[in-house]
């Protein structure tokens, strides 16, 4: 390549990062000045500004200064709305959930009412862990999301809102099961952990009845009862080899296709040996 025509490509890729680096100041110098100054209404028009422009840190700066001085006034609704966007922008859902519930307590019929509320559950939703961990996140998520779709059942939002729910309480029943197998695995460690996993299995059953790891559960309420009749002193063992046929058969009729149906069986075959005609 001419030697030219390399300074050239060379002076203006130079001039191109000279005026990202100036245009950058000059919104810092400007941001620097909004800070400084005492004109609420100066204040508030570059927040918002920020915010169009997706600077959310510096929204969430301003306006948390803003929110106080603008209550009662015709910006006050939307300041409070915004600022709690900006934290929901920022992947920040427990501080904006703070802000939006601040809103709609405020303003339960403002103009974002309905914004607030779906996305203070739904910010919940996306901060919500994976099972084996706190999952404060979920509960709320879903206590948000039901009390958007009780105030909202006709949003344009509530299909989004139902499956979040549905997805939380499949998180919450699939948290239950891993505790359930957990006790089972523990087996007669330190106690009848067989009990608790049966215990735990039915809690969880009746809470989240249509839960897609039902078969889970009562399929693991069958381990469970075998272990215990056949751990169990003499004077108990039929009585509760009894409640595994039982438990078999409402099993099957449950799931007459499943996968694990056999090892059901195998289960049933071993206890009605210890059935006395």
Same mark, same amino acid.
């Given at each position: 390549?001419?030697?030219?025509?390399?300074?050239?490509?060379? =002076?203006? #890729?130079?001039?191109?990062?000279?005026?990202?680096?100036?245009?950058?100041?000059?919104?810092?110098?400007?941001?620097?000045?909004?800070?400084?100054?005492?004109?609420?209404?100066?204040?508030?028009?570059?927040? #918002?500004?920020?915010?169009?422009?997706?600077?959310? =840190?510096?929204?969430?700066?301003?306006?948390?200064?803003?929110?106080?001085?603008?209550?009662g006034t015709a910006d006050g609704e939307e300041a409070l709305?915004?600022?709690?966007?900006?934290?929901?922008?920022?992947?920040?859902?427990?501080?904006?959930?703070?802000?939006?519930?601040?809103?709609?307590?405020?303003?339960?019929?403002?103009?974002?009412?309905?914004?607030?509320?779906?996305?203070?559950?739904?910010g919940y939703y996306l901060d919500s862990p994976d099972p084996q961990l706190d999952q404060?996140?979920?509960? #709320?998520a879903i206590e948000g999301l039901q009390s958007f779709l009780d105030y909202f059942p006709k949003s344009d939002?509530?299909?989004?809102?139902?499956?979040?729910?549905?997805? =939380?309480?499949?998180?919450?029943?699939?948290?239950?099961?891993?505790?359930?197998?957990?006790?089972?695995?523990?087996?007669?460690?330190?106690?009848n952990n067989y009990q608790a996993a049966i215990i735990t299995s039915q809690n969880a059953l009746k809470t989240y009845p249509y839960s897609k790891y039902r078969e889970d559960f009562e399929l693991l309420i069958l381990k469970s009862k075998y272990q215990e009749a056949r751990q169990s002193i003499d004077e108990r063992q039929q009585e509760r080899y009894q409640d595994v046929i039982d438990e078999y058969y409402s099993f099957s009729n449950n799931f007459p296709e499943s996968k694990n149906l056999k090892e059901a069986q195998n289960i049933y075959n071993l206890a009605r040996k210890h059935i006395k005609d």
């Open positions: 390549m001419h030697l030219k025509a390399l300074y050239n490509i060379i =002076m203006r #890729k130079f001039l191109l990062v000279l005026a990202v680096i100036t245009l950058t100041l000059a919104g810092c110098g400007e941001y620097t000045k909004v800070l400084k100054s005492r004109d609420i209404n100066y204040r508030y028009a570059y927040a #918002k500004k920020a915010y169009d422009q997706k600077k959310y =840190m510096q929204a969430v700066t301003l306006l948390t200064d803003l929110i106080t001085p603008l209550r709305f915004l600022l709690a966007m900006s934290y929901y922008e920022n992947q920040d859902y427990l501080n904006s959930g703070v802000y939006f519930k601040t809103y709609f307590t405020r303003y339960p019929k403002g103009k974002f009412a309905e914004l607030a509320r779906f996305y203070n559950g739904y404060s996140s979920t509960i #709320k939002k509530v299909t989004i809102a139902q499956n979040a729910i549905f997805e =939380m309480q499949d998180k919450l029943t699939l948290k239950e099961l891993q505790n359930a197998q957990l006790y089972y695995n523990l087996g007669n460690f330190l106690g």
